[in-house]
Every structure is written in structure tokens, then in C-alpha cells.
């Protein structure tokens, strides 16, 4: 559960890897709470997600940049 701001917008997705809540107030807290994920599907979705920002995966990503680039100055 974290608040729908800053770094949280890029790692949790909703519903899924936990929940977002938008006012630091006790009913936002609770209503996202009450939205989290079932637990049995917690850990699949969460390593799923946190592969994304890999070295495999940033390294792949950073190449395929770099020839994007390399390509389009050659022609």
C-alpha cells in the first residue's frame, strides 16, 4: 500500500503488485487496504513486475536505444 505519488506510480500496479491510495486520511488507507491483492497471486505478480527493471531487462532496452539511434543517423 503506498500513496499514488512519486516512485510508487512506476512500481506498483494497481490491483496487482499491492494498491494505491490518493489522501494521507484514514478511509483512503483503509479503502486501499481493503483493494489489495489475494496473497496466492502476490509473489507471481511482484516478481513479474520487478523484472522489469533488471540489468537483463535495462541492458536489453539501453541497446536497442543505442542502434534505433545508430540507424537512423545512417541514413
Not at 3 to 25: H, K, M, N, Q, S
Amino acid at each position: 500500500v503506498a500513496r499514488r505519488a512519486g516512485g510508487a506510480l512506476d512500481t506498483i500496479i494497481e490491483t496487482r503488485t499491492g494498491t494505491l491510495f490518493d489522501l494521507p486520511a484514514p478511509q483512503d488507507l483503509a479503502a486501499a487496504i481493503e483493494r489489495l491483492p489475494e496473497p496466492h497471486t502476490l509473489s507471481h505478480h511482484c516478481r513479474a513486475n520487478a523484472l522489469r527493471f533488471s540489468y537483463e531487462s535495462f541492458n536489453q532496452k539501453l541497446d536497442a536505444v543505442i542502434r534505433s539511434v545508430l540507424e537512423s543517423n545512417a541514413t
